[in-house]
């Protein structure tokens, strides 16, 4: 729900809004459908879909299904899953950044995060210590990905391109975000933004952060750095 309200707070409106609730075992549809009515009030374009049974993770597939349901004349694209959240201004200040910089096919940001659902640290990256680098970022991006998916905003015709779900389901990659972004960085400038546009939760139940799930995801990394090194992304 408070997802969906950030969703619903973006100061800019000029969006088609796709949902894809993957089978979920709890209220999340009801909830989802609870939104439709403010969602449609708002955007122009409003498409919600329910799977009968779950896609799966590896490949991101969920996001494969929804990916190609973009509009053609759609220019840029974001994602927003789970339970991330973006502040109302993200979308306008990543486009208003791409728009004033056409070389780059891509802009990310700082963000903040919580862990349990508890507390709150601000400016992720900066208090983390990390410097973010802004241009062509493939060596430093080759060593670990920085870029939250939450944060970020890229032109569609760039998405369309360098996400490559078929393909990343063909190399059995868990992690879809990753691979993309690598395929991106080796030919285009990406862009970082050093403020807070989004809001990341570190759930210790969750996919991605439970033991197995921090640990699958740990060597699909490493599978990915491989592949990019390799040639395959």
Known sequence: AETLQSVLEQT???QEILISDDASTDSTWEIIKSF???????????ELHHQP???GLRGRNNIEFISNRISSNSNYVQILE???CIFPNKTKKCLDFLKENPEYAMVHSDFTA?????????HFWKTSGRQIPSGY???HLINGNFIMTCTSL??????KEHFDYPKFTKREYILGDYPGCLSIAKAHKIGYLDEDLAHYRFLSN???NNPAGRAAIIADTEKIKQDARDGFI
């Open 12 to 14: 800019h409106t000029n």
């Open 36 to 46: 439709e009515k403010p969602l449609r009030s708002i955007f122009p374009k409003v």
């Open 53 to 55: 049974a779950n896609l």
């Open 82 to 84: 789970a339970d991330d």
């Open 114 to 122: 919580s862990w349990g659902g508890e507390g709150k640290q601000e």
């Open 137 to 139: 970022i493939w060596d």
């Open 154 to 159: 890229l032109m569609a015709s760039i998405y």
């Open 206 to 208: 969750s996919t991605v």
